[in-house]
């Protein structure tokens, strides 16, 4: 998802770079920088702004073509979006365990 919106994930802060979140804009941010356990939640708002980006970018990603890799980053994709709309629809955060 980060190459999608223009940065390697593996160069920011916190995940394993020294690139600061400052020099990145991206409604990913509160999920992208975010530890995988723990930390706060992301509130029903911040899910609808991930939401609307994350489905542009499986839809860029289908058109992209049919590598098996790319597949599982849809199927994956298309996983947290459900996770994503229950929270929006429920109104409730997501929590990370």
């Known amino acids: 998802m980060a190459e999608a919106e223009g940065f390697v994930l593996a160069e920011m802060s916190g995940s394993g770079g020294e690139r600061p ?4 804009s991206t409604a990913l941010e509160p999920l992208l920088d975010h530890p995988d356990a ?3 939640d992301l509130m029903p708002a911040e899910c609808a702004s991930i939401l609307v980006l994350l489905e542009v ?3 860029q990603w289908v058109r992209e073509g ?3 890799r790319l597949q599982q980053h849809i199927e994956d994709a298309r996983q947290l979006g459900g996770v994503l709309r229950l929270c ?7 929590g990370f365990v």
Not at 21 to 24: K, L
Not at 88 to 94: A, W
């Open 66 to 68: 049919d590598d098996q």
């Open 88 to 94: 929006i629809g429920k109104d409730v955060p997501l």
């Open 21 to 24: 979140w400052s020099e990145v």
């Open 57 to 59: 970018i499986i839809d």
């Open 38 to 40: 723990g930390g706060e």
